[in-house]
């Protein structure tokens, strides 16, 4: 699914229109976190999520978290969005598919043990008995199940948090006021004019710990110059991706986007090869859309890796440091 560009619009009569069940979700979402106290596991754990609905960088976040934290024994838990497992479920990189586990636990599983399920008590409880000594609750900032000892907030610079509506009249998940409320920190990420007026577009952010940081492509020692490229991807904004290639010097032909988590069909595979060859260029997409995509299909197919570069870690060095 793609979201509505009045989503990111100033507010007007659809977003209007819509105020009604938005105000409903909003209570919702409201009740079902007010009446849950939540599981302490026995050991830390740091919540990575957003109010935004959609990609703002958390699974980034997560493994530039989980690569500071390579020593203390972390693990990951996350729901494994579209993955058919219940679990819990410890991610083999080896055995699972995106199919059985989901795209982005595939991705973490490099990094550190990564768990899935649907029900989060019983994956931390996995986890700990398998000799966890911190938790990493990815995506679980509306989940109460887990008590959390650091709430983060992961929120996209470019886009702040849209038309300020709670969905369907917007992108957000809770209003921004009650979200920030439980949150220790927000983590922004985009460039560096993004960040300079963030505070502009979302003042609901003064006064709130904030750590700032951008995705860099991964050195591989491949060069895109002026590479012919056709750009493919399925993440919560394309663009991103299409931006970061052309910073490296792609020459890009054509892009397809496609919904967050999409499968690929084999047949829109098929057509974008022969396009490519057409056009005698090279196929390019995330490392994200690459795990989703059966092996022999990866074959001439670059992923291209990106990583969260933390620039301004303070306030998030102090809350690690106070918690640990």
């Known amino acids: 699914m793609r979201p509505p560009r009045f989503w990111h619009q100033p507010a007007g009569i659809r977003a209007a229109m819509l105020a009604p069940i938005a105000a409903i979700w ?15 596991p026995g050991v830390p754990v740091i919540c990575v999520g957003n109010i935004n609905a959609g990609g703002t960088g958390k699974t980034p976040a997560t493994i530039a978290l989980l690569m500071r934290l390579a020593d203390q024994g972390a693990h990951v838990i996350t729901r494994g969005y579209g993955g058919k497992l219940i679990g819990p479920h410890r991610v083999d990189v080896s055995k699972n598919t995106a199919a059985d586990v989901g795209d982005e636990p595939l991705l973490m599983a490099a990094f550190a043990p990564v768990w899935v399920g649907r029900d989060r008590v019983a994956s931390a409880k996995a986890a700990v008995a398998a000799g966890a000594r911190l938790l990493i609750l990815d995506d679980g900032f509306q989940n109460p199940s887990l008590a959390k000892t650091l709430s983060i907030v992961v929120v996209d610079a470019e886009i702040g948090f849209g038309n300020g509506r709670v969905m369907p009249a917007g992108p957000l998940r809770e209003p921004v006021a009650a979200g ?7 983590l922004a990420i985009g460039g560096a004019s993004a960040q300079a007026s963030l505070l502009d577009r979302a003042p609901e952010l003064a006064g709130m710990p904030l750590a700032r940081g951008h995705l860099a492509a991964l050195q591989t020692g491949l060069s895109f110059e002026r590479m012919r490229v056709i750009a493919f991807a399925g993440i919560g904004r394309p663009g991103k991706f299409f931006a970061t290639l052309r ?49 022999a299909a990866r074959a001439g197919v670059i992923a291209l890796p990106v990583r969260l570069e933390i620039t301004d870690s303070a306030a998030l060095d102090a809350a690690l440091s106070e918690i640990l």
């Open 26 to 40: 909003a209570r919702a979402t409201a009740r079902r976190l007010a009446k849950t106290a939540g599981h302490d």
């Open 180 to 186: 920030l409320k439980r949150a220790d920190l927000v």
């Open 247 to 295: 910073g490296l010097g792609a020459n890009i032909l054509a892009t397809h986007e496609f919904g967050d988590h999409a499968p690929l069909a084999p047949q829109m595979l098929a057509r974008m090869r022969a396009e490519a060859k057409a056009k005698n260029a090279m196929l390019v997409t995330t490392e994200k859309d690459a795990v989703r995509m059966p092996p």
